[in-house]
C-alpha cells in the first residue's frame, strides 16, 4: 500500500505487491465491496470500561500437561470482566449522543478485552443496525479444567460477515508493571506473570474498505516486530489502530514510539486506544496524574496527538480526512497520487451521565 517514507528497503521496488513470509502467521485480504466510499470518517472513541480494579486480576492455573518446565519465577494471570452498569447500553448511548451532535458515525472503537463475549454479540447488533463498523477488543478469563482465556479483536462490517483475530503476543506482567498498577496483592512481584492465552490462531487480516485499508494490532502486538511487525510493515496498511490494556497514552511512552516506526516506514497512520479504568489504575512515576489521556494519533507527517476525554465526558469522535499523496519507487515509478493518507481533522468529546464513572 505505500513505499517507506523514509529511507530505501526490499519494500521500495514494488507497488501492491509483497513479500511475505507467512510461516507463523497467515494474513488475509478482506475486500469489503459493500462500505460507501468517503472522503472522511468519525470514528467513535470508547475507552471502555471506565473503572478496573486490582482483584479483577487474578492467578490462572495451567492447562492440564501445559509448561510443565516452566520455571518457578514464572506464573500465569488471567482478567475478568467486571462492571456494575450495562456495557451496552452505555454505549448505545454514547453512539446515539454522538451521531445526533456529529450528524453521522461510522465506526465504533473500544480498547482490549472491552467486552465479554455476550455483551460484544449485542452491541454489534446494534452498531450494524447502524449502518456502521464496530472494532472491539472481546475476551473471557481462562478456566484451568476447559480453555485458555480469550483475547481477540471482532471487526463487524454491515452486510459482511464477522471478522475475529486473537492477540499474537501474551503479555508479561513483571515487578515494575504489578507497581505501577497497584497489583501486588493480587500477583507477587517475585515473579513474572504471562497472560494465560492461547497463541495457536494467528492471523492477520487486513481489511479494504472502498476509502482505506486497515488493520488492528493488540497490545504488544504493536511493540513486538515478529511475528506480526514485519507483515504489517510489508503490506502497509492506511490505517494501523492498537488496542491497548495500558497506562495513558502520553508522548514518549511505548505506544508513541512503536507507533512513530510505524508512521515512518511504511507511513501508516497509528491510532491506539486504551480504557479509562487501566488509565487511572496506573499510577505516574513523576509528576502529576494525566489518565485521561485515553488514545494518541501518529501520523508520518510528523502529527503526534495526546486525545484527552474530559471529565463528565464517555466517548471521543474524531474524525480523519483521506488525503492523496503521489508516491514513488526507488527506480523512479510513482502511483499518480492512488496513496491514502489518513490525518487527524477534529476531536470532539461525548457527554454522559456522571454515575457511569461512580458504578
Known amino acids: 500500500m505505500h513505499t517507506p517514507w523514509n529511507g530505501l528497503t526490499i519494500r521500495s521496488l514494488s507497488f501492491y505487491l509483497s513479500l511475505c513470509n507467512i510461516e507463523e502467521v497467515s494474513p488475509e485480504w478482506i475486500l469489503v465491496g459493500s462500505y460507501p466510499e468517503r472522503e472522511s470518517m468519525n470514528l467513535l472513541l470508547v475507552p471502555w470500561p471506565f473503572r478496573v480494579f486490582p482483584s479483577q486480576f487474578e492467578t490462572a492455573r495451567p492447562l492440564k500437561d501445559e509448561m510443565k518446565n516452566i520455571p518457578d519465577r514464572f506464573g500465569f494471570f488471567t482478567f475478568k470482566q467486571r462492571s456494575n452498569i450495562d456495557a451496552v447500553k452505555a454505549i448505545q448511548t454514547l453512539y446515539e449522543t454522538a451521531a445526533d451532535e456529529m450528524g453521522q458515525i461510522d465506526g465504533v472503537v473500544l480498547p482490549e478485552l472491552a467486552l465479554s463475549e455476550t455483551e460484544h454479540s449485542k452491541l454489534s447488533q446494534f452498531v450494524l443496525e447502524q449502518g456502521a463498523f464496530l472494532v472491539s477488543g472481546v475476551g473471557d478469563a481462562s478456566d484451568p479444567t476447559k480453555a485458555h482465556g480469550a483475547n481477540r479483536v471482532c471487526f463487524d462490517i454491515p452486510h459482511e460477515a464477522p471478522l475475529s483475530q486473537s492477540k499474537h503476543h501474551r503479555w508479561k506482567l ?79 511512552r511505548w505506544p508513541e514510539r512503536y507507533a512513530m516506526a510505524l508512521a515512518d516506514d511504511p507511513g501508516s497512520s497509528v491510532l491506539s486506544l486504551t480504557s479509562l479504568g487501566m488509565s487511572e489504575l496506573s499510577r505516574p512515576s513523576q509528576g502529576a496524574s494525566r489518565s485521561r489521556v485515553v488514545a494518541l494519533w501518529k501520523d508520518r507527517r510528523g502529527t503526534s496527538t495526546e486525545i484527552e476525554l474530559p471529565a463528565g465526558s464517555g466517548g471521543i469522535v474524531v474524525s480523519l480526512s483521506f488525503q492523496s499523496e503521489e508516491e514513488w519507487t526507488a527506480d523512479g515509478r510513482r502511483d499518480y497520487g492512488s496513496a491514502v493518507l489518513p490525518t487527524l481533522s477534529g476531536v470532539r468529546a461525548v457527554k454522559c451521565p456522571l454515575e457511569w464513572f461512580q458504578a
Do not use: T
Open 174 to 252: 513483571d515487578a515494575s508493571q504489578i507497581r505501577q498498577y497497584g497489583l501486588g496483592s493480587r500477583l507477587s512481584v517475585d515473579k513474572n506473570w504471562w497472560e494465560h492465552v492461547s497463541l495457536n490462531d494467528r492471523r492477520l487480516l487486513f481489511v479494504s474498505l472502498p476509502s482505506l485499508v486497515m488493520s488492528v494490532l493488540i497490545c504488544e502486538d504493536l511493540a513486538r516486530p515478529d511475528p506480526v511487525g514485519d507483515l504489517v510493515r510489508a503490506v502497509g496498511p492506511d490505517l494501523v489502530i492498537a488496542l491497548l490494556m495500558d497506562g495513558p497514552q502520553l508522548k514518549g
